[in-house]
């Protein structure tokens, strides 16, 4: 049987870190459901690409840098938006940084602010913009790219794990707050995929087999397997899905 509850025609959505990995695919699915994506990273011609790739299959797109570790940044993209297109109706939060590899003892200031400024400062104030926009217009949605690793801290991975754990407490706060605004706000929670960004662990032959032992499925996630969730939490499909942190263990339910 036929079903709309996946259109996104119409809608205006801002997706962070879109320039690749999943991000990008996420992007990409959203914008052939309909919605006019907003591509958005710290490098706009990186960002360009994807937004051209998206055009070039028929779909609407258009690229628009922003470091979401910057206050400035965000600012201007908000300010953007609303002089542009008056409104937003998706805020997929996906940038994120994981500047530091090793041992949590040797964690440096440097790569401590930068993990918190772009995980938590910038997840909370991105929020923040576009919840007040979604408010305007009567509501909207916004997904958190969380980590298993909020759940389970990565070896190696400490700050960033922590960050990540954070993520999912804050979407609950922001569900819980924002519902009475129509606007639903839930968190991906994506397991081992293979990124760039996860290229630490992809190249450590010995991480790389203890961290598939863990899978039931022993294989890892591709990007565009994460995307589907998103979808369906900014569809109508999930009416009633809010405040829920939605796990998806790469290769567990791939």
Do not use: W
């Amino acid at each position: 049987m036929a079903t709309n509850l996946f259109d996104l025609t119409g809608k205006i959505a801002l997706v962070t870190g879109a320039s690749r990995g999943i991000g990008e695919e996420i992007a990409k699915l959203l914008a052939e459901q309909g919605a006019h994506v907003i591509v958005s990273s710290r490098k706009v011609a990186d960002c360009q690409v994807v937004a051209d790739a998206i055009k070039a299959a028929g779909n609407s797109a258009e690229a628009l840098g922003c470091h979401v570790g910057s206050m400035e940044d965000i600012s201007a993209t908000f300010k953007y938006i609303r002089e542009q297109h008056g409104r937003l109706d998706i805020l997929v939060n996906n940038a994120a940084a994981n500047p530091y590899f090793g041992h949590v003892l040797d964690t440096d200031l440097a790569a401590y602010q930068k993990t918190v400024d772009v995980n938590i400062r910038g997840y909370f104030f991105m929020s923040v913009e576009g919840g007040r926009l979604m408010r305007e217009h009567g509501g909207g949605c916004i997904v958190n790219t969380a980590s298993v690793n909020a759940l389970h801290p990565g070896p190696m991975q400490a700050i960033y794990s922590i960050t990540k754990a954070a993520v999912v407490n804050m979407t609950q706060a922001f569900a819980a707050e924002c519902a009475k605004d129509n606007i639903r706000v839930n968190a991906l929670l994506p397991g081992f995929t293979k990124t760039k960004f996860a290229s630490a662990l992809f190249n450590n032959d010995e991480m790389h087999k203890e961290a598939i032992s863990k899978i039931p499925m022993h294989r890892h996630a591709e990007p565009r397997e994460m995307a589907g969730t998103v979808l369906y939490l900014v569809s109508d499909a999930s009416s009633y899905t809010t405040g829920q942190s939605i796990v998806v263990d790469g290769g567990m339910n791939a």
